[in-house]
């Protein structure tokens, strides 16, 4: 059995953070606001959400990748650089477009909407498989 260390427990609560941040942002957040609030409120909240988290959980994810290197961990490092790439990619999912609708279309929203909630669910679980692989030290 490997070694357990300081940093791969401290690799792991990092890696757990950015997991259960992604899962409260993605589930407990979007739920609580499609059912208090009218759907364009709630659209534009989760997606200020969903964007101003994702910098928080990538930082998070870096961090755990960092300690994990230090320690030899390398299955959790590479785990939790793509899953904080993940989570980076809500910013750029969510981004505002520039281009125009076709004349008589309309333009939709709420699916970069729906494709960043579901990024940041696969993402969340890819996050907690690289906190096991760091506390495990793999």
């Known amino acids: 059995m490997p070694e357990i260390s300081i940093l791969h427990a401290l690799s792991a609560m990092f890696a757990g953070g950015a997991a259960a941040s992604g899962w409260t942002v993605a589930v407990i957040v979007a ?4 059912e208090g609030l009218d759907a364009g409120r709630a659209d534009r909240t989760l997606r200020r959400m969903l964007v101003a988290s994702a ?6 994810l870096g961090v ?3 300690l994990a ?3 030899g961990a390398n299955g959790a490092a590479i785990m939790s650089v793509v899953a904080a790439l993940g989570f980076l990619s809500n910013i750029w999912t969510l981004a505002p477009r520039r281009e125009k609708a076709l004349p008589g279309a309309r333009k939709r ?3 970069g909407r729906m494709v960043a909630v579901a990024l940041t669910l696969m993402v969340t679980l890819v996050a907690a498989i690289g906190a096991i692989l760091a506390a495990f030290g793999i």
Not at 31 to 34: C, L, M, R, T, W
Not at 55 to 60: E, G, K
């Open 64 to 66: 755990a990748a960092a």
């Open 69 to 71: 290197v230090i320690k």
């Open 109 to 111: 929203l709420k699916t």
């Open 31 to 34: 739920n609580s606001a499609f």
């Open 55 to 60: 910098t928080f959980q990538a930082s998070l």
